[in-house]
């Protein structure tokens, strides 16, 4: 008994050492430096709750919580939806399944800096290229208006996580026990009723896992804001984690930096824990 | 270096600063062994390890170059050198590097809100041969009234509207003639009536993504007049006027007009490697740091082709914006010796003639001291920010002095939003003085 209690802690050890230098401790010292006026270097002064009631009225930041808050949703349900979708088509018995499922995994592969980048070269050049030829206002003057930077941002988040939601619904959806699916043939389901009734309780586990990553990385995008937009037109996609790094780095307000970067903290968790909650309650087991 | 917002060149900025780390280490190695044979026979040679770390990142491998020229000639100096570039991530590695306790001997500061924070840690660099040698309007600025200064400047650059020769003789302008808001508007009229004879497709190419191109060098030109074109005094000032608001919004207009478009998603690089390095442009505004890209782009053009002219600017016409981007501090946390061995590395390179040679020849500097009359300018582009610094026609640089962000942060969206419809330019100039005035808080 004590030899498995010293084997637990022998094991435990190194990530717990790991965890609380890199994430426990920091986040203290960050709550704890968002009430002073710490510029980087030191502080001279406690500031109370100076830096929240600042926060209030800070029109920037509630204007990319709120630009965040409709990315995360927007890009949640297609990510699902997308990557739902990839994942059936190739659990199908298409011929090229194989070759279709490296393909669709491979944005994952890129940087999301890289992949900004790319991107803009297609939504501002190739797309106003298109435009031109085939006549349609639509393609052109990409990432100039917030409508369309949105936009951008959202579809360049999907292609590149969408293979990756769609190989965790892969393991899910190999994992539907054939017998399942004949008995609901011989019964004379549908294929929407096999879909609806069969497959979809039994890949619920799977939600929890996508929604919580889907949601999670929405809310965190940093890089591709940054090489897509770069937050213009005037900071209008400008979304939580690049308003935080600004106010930080280019406004040097560390500590105003830091109190943005703890309320930010408190909603993630706030939101994710509660999904996490409601999922877990709603999953099937076999 | 100003082009603080620029991704491309930011990223480019991480490697080549990472590499500098790496050589830099592998330089140190390489060095420790024959010093420590050394040492064996001749106990005179202390070594002074001398770290640099500095924010203009191109001129990186000329600056190693140099650095071992001069560790050639002095055994005892060892010299690290950490280029970061690129305005934010320069300065947020410097203050990580100082808070962990790894401060570099020498460092690079760019402007009032630099110094101030790293005041405590600057020597006084008065009793240098470079400062005594500093042109007028260099170093006043970092100038105590003690007499005491904090710094010393890198160079001078300057900006204006770069103009293609070619479109302009063809379009049968003068664009030297050019000194009012009035001339230039009928100038550009004149261009964009011939657009197609001319082969271009716009007068200017205005990149409304980097804000900085309007916030920082086209909003200083109206903005330096009422600051009395001193940075310390934009430091200091509690509010912003705008006296010239009105003719600061004329002079953006007519480049949003006739401007490639989108204005707002169009960036520094599409600005001057696409549109205008190829001639799809009469001119943009821009400075001579541009030059460098230029000549990758198309040498012969770059050479022969270019020429610049200062903004517009009512009772102040024909004089070209010159400033200086990045100060040298030397760090007063050592000792004696390694301070007094840092001032005379910096003075060496600005007034040997070794040292010399390389700030005009391979630096590509416009220098900011005295005693360079006798060598070539290498750029065009550059021996006219110098022609302009030398005769005095010169407007101040004020933008170094704005409050930290607020450009980036506050200034420069409210312009964009101004052109993207989003504000008029009332509610622009409104915002951007609240904000001023909250950031002076």
Same mark, same amino acid.
């Given at each position: 008994?004590?030899?498995?209690?010293?084997?637990?802690?022998?094991?435990?050890?190194?990530?717990?050492?790991?965890?609380?230098?890199?994430?426990?401790?920091?986040?203290?010292?960050?709550?704890?430096?968002?009430?002073?006026?710490?510029?980087?270097?030191?502080?001279?002064?406690?500031?109370?709750?100076?830096?929240?009631?600042?926060?209030?009225?800070?029109?920037?930041?509630?204007?990319?919580?709120?630009?965040?808050?409709?990315?995360?949703?927007?890009?949640?349900?297609?990510?699902?939806?997308?990557?739902?979708?990839?994942?059936?088509?190739?659990?199908?018995?298409?011929?090229?399944?194989?070759?279709?499922?490296?393909? #669709?995994?491979?944005?994952?592969?890129?940087?999301?800096?890289?992949?900004?980048?790319?991107?803009?070269?297609? #939504?501002?050049?190739?797309?106003?290229?298109?435009?031109?030829?085939?006549?349609?206002?639509?393609?052109?003057?990409?990432?100039?208006?917030?409508?369309?930077? #949105?936009?951008?941002?959202?579809?360049?988040?999907?292609?590149?996580?969408?293979?990756?939601?769609?190989?965790?619904?892969?393991?899910?959806?190999?994992?539907?026990?054939?017998?399942?699916?004949?008995?609901?043939?011989?019964?004379?389901?549908?294929?929407?009723?096999?879909?609806?009734?069969?497959?979809?309780?039994?890949?619920?586990?799977?939600?929890?896992?996508?929604?919580?990553?889907?949601?999670?990385?929405?809310?965190?995008?940093?890089?591709?804001?940054?090489?897509?937009?770069?937050?213009?037109?005037?900071?209008?996609?400008?979304?939580?984690?690049?308003?935080?790094?600004?106010?930080?780095?280019?406004?040097?307000?560390?500590?105003?930096?830091?109190?943005?970067?703890?309320?930010?903290?408190?909603?993630?968790?706030?939101?994710?824990?509660?999904?996490?909650?409601?999922?877990?309650?709603?999953?099937?087991?076999? | 270096?100003?082009?603080?917002?620029?991704?491309?060149?930011?990223?480019?900025?991480?490697?080549?600063?990472?590499?500098?780390?790496?050589?830099?280490?592998?330089?140190?190695?390489?060095?420790?062994?024959?010093?420590?044979?050394?040492?064996?026979?001749?106990?005179?040679?202390?070594?002074?390890?001398?770290?640099?770390?500095?924010?203009?990142?191109?001129?990186?491998?000329?600056?190693?170059?140099?650095?071992?020229?001069?560790?050639?000639?002095?055994?005892?100096?060892?010299?690290?050198?950490?280029?970061?570039?690129?305005?934010?991530?320069?300065?947020?590695?410097?203050?990580?590097?100082?808070?962990?306790?790894?401060?570099?001997?020498?460092?690079?500061?760019?402007?009032?809100?630099?110094?101030?924070?790293?005041?405590?840690?600057?020597?006084?660099?008065?009793?240098?041969?470079?400062?005594?040698?500093?042109?007028?309007?260099?170093?006043?600025?970092?100038?105590?009234?003690?007499?005491?200064?904090?710094?010393?400047?890198?160079?001078?650059?300057?900006?204006?509207?770069?103009?293609?020769?070619?479109?302009?003789?063809?379009?049968?302008?003068?664009?030297?003639?050019?000194?009012?808001?009035?001339?230039?508007?009928?100038?550009?009229?004149?261009?964009?009536?011939?657009?197609?004879?001319?082969?271009?497709?716009?007068?200017?190419?205005?990149?409304?993504?980097?804000?900085?191109?309007?916030?920082?060098?086209?909003?200083?030109?109206?903005?330096?007049?009422?600051?009395?074109?001193?940075?310390?005094?934009?430091?200091?000032?509690?509010?912003?006027?705008?006296?010239?608001?009105?003719?600061?919004?004329?002079?953006?207009?007519?480049?949003?007009?006739?401007?490639?478009?989108?204005?707002?998603?169009?960036?520094?690089?599409?600005?001057?490697?696409?549109?205008?390095?190829?001639?799809?442009?009469?001119?943009?505004?821009?400075?001579?740091?541009?030059?460098?890209?230029?000549?990758?782009?198309?040498?012969?053009?770059?050479?022969?082709?270019?020429?610049?002219?200062?903004?517009?600017?009512?009772?102040?016409?024909?004089?070209?914006?010159?400033?200086?981007?990045?100060?040298?501090?030397?760090?007063?946390?050592?000792?004696?010796?390694?301070?007094?061995?840092?001032?005379?590395?910096?003075?060496?390179?600005?007034?040997?003639?070794?040292?010399?040679?390389?700030?005009?020849?391979?630096?590509?500097?416009?220098?900011?001291?005295?005693?360079?009359?006798?060598?070539?300018?290498?750029?065009?582009?550059?021996?006219?920010?110098?022609?302009?610094?030398?005769?005095?026609?010169?407007?101040?640089?004020?933008?170094?002095?704005?409050?930290?962000?607020?450009?980036?942060?506050?200034?420069?969206?409210?312009?964009?939003?101004?052109?993207?419809?989003?504000?008029?330019?009332?509610?622009?100039?409104?915002?951007?003085?609240?904000?001023?005035?909250?950031?002076?808080?």
């Amino acid at each position: 008994m004590k030899n498995k209690e010293m084997t637990f802690w022998l094991f435990i050890t190194p990530v717990l050492l790991s965890l609380s230098l890199v994430v426990i401790l920091p986040v203290l010292m960050g709550i704890f430096y968002s009430f002073t006026n710490w510029d980087g270097l030191n502080f001279t002064a406690f500031v109370g709750m100076d830096h929240y009631r600042r926060l209030i009225g800070d029109e920037q930041f509630l204007q990319s919580l709120w630009f965040t808050v409709r990315f995360a949703l927007t890009s949640i349900i297609l990510l699902n939806v997308i990557g739902l979708g990839l994942a059936l088509l190739v659990t199908s018995k298409l011929k090229s399944r194989n070759l279709l499922r490296t393909i #669709f995994f491979m944005p994952n592969l890129i940087g999301g800096l890289i992949l900004g980048f790319i991107w803009q070269f297609i #939504f501002i050049r190739v797309f106003s290229t298109i435009g031109d030829v085939i006549g349609v206002e639509v393609l052109k003057g990409w990432l100039s208006t917030p409508a369309t930077g #949105f936009w951008g941002l959202v579809i360049l988040t999907v292609w590149q996580m969408a293979g990756y939601i769609m190989i965790i619904y892969i393991a899910y959806l190999q994992g539907v026990p054939k017998e399942l699916m004949e008995s609901a043939e011989i019964d004379g389901a549908t294929p929407g009723q096999k879909f609806r009734h069969v497959i979809f309780p039994l890949i619920a586990p799977a939600f929890t896992v996508t929604m919580f990553l889907t949601l999670s990385n929405s809310f965190k995008i940093y890089d591709q804001n940054l090489s897509l937009t770069g937050g213009g037109p005037y900071n209008s996609t400008q979304m939580v984690a690049m308003n935080i790094v600004d106010t930080a780095f280019s406004g040097n307000q560390m500590a105003y930096g830091q109190s943005k970067a703890i309320v930010f903290f408190v909603i993630v968790a706030i939101i994710s824990l509660s999904q996490v909650y409601y999922n877990k309650k709603r999953e099937v087991d076999l | 270096m100003l082009i603080q917002n620029n991704l491309n060149n930011s990223n480019k900025i991480f490697f080549v600063g990472a590499c500098a780390l790496l050589l830099g280490a592998c330089g140190n190695e390489d060095g420790a062994g024959p010093g420590g044979m050394g040492s064996n026979d001749d106990s005179s040679g202390e070594t002074i390890q001398l770290n640099i770390m500095q924010g203009k990142v191109e001129f990186n491998t000329q600056f190693n170059e140099l650095a071992d020229q001069y560790m050639a000639e002095n055994d005892n100096v060892q010299i690290e050198i950490t280029s970061v570039g690129g305005g934010t991530d320069y300065f947020t590695q410097l203050t990580t590097r100082f808070s962990s306790g790894d401060e570099p001997d020498i460092f690079s500061v760019a402007g009032p809100n630099e110094i101030e924070q790293f005041q405590d840690t600057m020597a006084d660099m008065s009793d240098t041969d470079a400062a005594a040698a500093a042109l007028e309007g260099t170093i006043e600025n970092v100038t105590h009234d003690d007499g005491r200064i904090d710094a010393i400047p890198y160079n001078l650059e300057g900006y204006g509207f770069v103009y293609n020769m070619e479109v302009f003789e063809q379009a049968g302008i003068d664009p030297e003639a050019l000194s009012t808001y009035e001339e230039l508007r009928d100038a550009v009229e004149t261009i964009d009536s011939q657009k197609e004879t001319l082969g271009i497709e716009a007068v200017f190419a205005l990149p409304g993504a980097e804000s900085w191109v309007m916030g920082d060098h086209l909003a200083n030109v109206y903005l330096s007049p009422e600051l009395n074109e001193s940075p310390l005094e934009a430091y200091n000032a509690e509010t912003l006027a705008f006296e010239r608001a009105d003719e600061f919004q004329r002079m953006l207009d007519l480049q949003v007009d006739y401007s490639i478009e989108p204005v707002l998603s169009l960036d520094y690089s599409q600005q001057v490697e696409e549109y205008f390095s190829l001639g799809q442009v009469a001119m943009i505004q821009q400075g001579n740091w541009i030059y460098p890209t230029l000549e990758q782009m198309d040498p012969e053009f770059a050479e022969s082709n270019v020429g610049m002219i200062p903004i517009p600017l009512e009772g102040y016409e024909d004089r070209l914006p010159v400033g200086v981007p990045n100060y040298w501090a030397v760090n007063d946390n050592n000792d004696d010796a390694t301070v007094q061995a840092a001032k005379d590395f910096l003075d060496w390179m600005y007034l040997s003639d070794e040292g010399k040679d390389f700030v005009v020849s391979e630096f590509n500097f416009v220098p900011a001291y005295e005693g360079y009359e006798d060598l070539e300018i290498s750029d065009p582009l550059s021996q006219i920010v110098y022609d302009y610094s030398q005769s005095g026609d010169t407007l101040g640089w004020v933008f170094t002095g704005f409050p930290t962000g607020y450009q980036l942060n506050e200034f420069g969206p409210n312009l964009q939003a101004y052109i993207g419809g989003e504000m008029t330019w009332e509610e622009a100039i409104e915002a951007s003085k609240e904000a001023w005035e909250s950031m002076r808080q």
